[in-house]
């Protein structure tokens, strides 16, 4: 299996909703991330876990709550987003720890809309 | 700080015509990485290649070949005989060791459009 799987692949949200978003590997990879990307812009970097732990937050709202429940699992929790917050939300995992500076896996996002 | 240029915001290229998508970085590792992803319209990202700022060889791989000078600071990709399946938004990127590792820097992006 040499996938990253994300989902929802859509989602619409009002700003007063709680949802999550979800990322599965099972490469055995020990660095996962998320990623934020407007339209016809390049993504750009939210969080990193490695090794399960958080390791880099790139000053990101707290209105967004990552979770590493275990090394094959990501999510995101989304509470009280804005509309400026819909974006495409790629997540995607590397086999190394974060210094190892190895290709990333990406999963095909999760489209999202907060009305 | 670092910085990846793509200066070209979209190419249109009719099939079987040569493509050049140029990229400039900037950094101030002495050790560092830069790749090439693709971003086709199904939205996933994918890997094209990563080479180390020691290797100066060009490479290729099948139609993509990939011409790295240091003394530029350019990372430029090549794609032969275009094919309409190659129409996608291509992203150079650099990751250092600065900030701990992995930290990839995003050019803007190249739209490809190949057209019949």
């Given at each position: 299996?040499t ?15 709680k ?22 812009k390049?993504?750009?970097l ?24 275990n ?19 790629l ?5 190394g ?19 | 700080?670092q910085?990846v ?14 493509v ?16 090439w ?21 060009n ?35 650099l ?21 019949l």
């Amino acid at each position: 299996d040499t996938e990253v799987t994300q989902t929802p692949k859509h989602l619409v949200m009002g700003m007063t909703n709680k949802k999550s978003l979800k990322c599965e590997q099972h490469m055995g990879h020990r660095a996962m991330y998320w990623y934020k990307q407007k339209a016809k812009k390049p993504p750009e970097l939210m969080f990193v876990y490695s090794y399960e732990k958080l390791s880099i937050n790139e000053s990101v709202p707290s209105r967004f709550s990552p979770e590493c429940p275990n090394s094959s699992l990501l999510n995101l929790h989304l509470h009280a987003l804005q509309p400026e917050d819909s974006a495409l939300y790629l997540c995607a995992s590397s086999p190394g720890g974060i210094a190892t500076n190895e290709k990333l896996f990406f999963g095909s996002g999760t489209q999202l809309s907060v009305l | 700080a670092q910085k990846v240029t793509q200066a070209q915001t979209e190419i249109s290229v009719v099939e079987k015509e040569d493509v050049t998508l140029d990229c400039v970085y900037e950094t101030r590792d002495t050790t560092y990485y830069l790749f090439w992803y693709k971003q086709p319209p199904s939205g996933e990202l994918v890997f094209l290649i990563r080479r180390n700022s020691f290797d100066e060889q060009n490479e290729i791989s099948g139609r993509y070949s990939w011409n790295f000078q240091k003394s530029t600071s350019s990372f430029n990709f090549t794609i032969t005989a275009s094919q309409v399946v190659d129409s996608a938004v291509y992203f150079c990127a650099l990751s250092g060791f600065t900030g701990g590792g992995n930290k990839l820097t995003f050019g803007t992006g190249t739209q490809l459009k190949v057209e019949l």
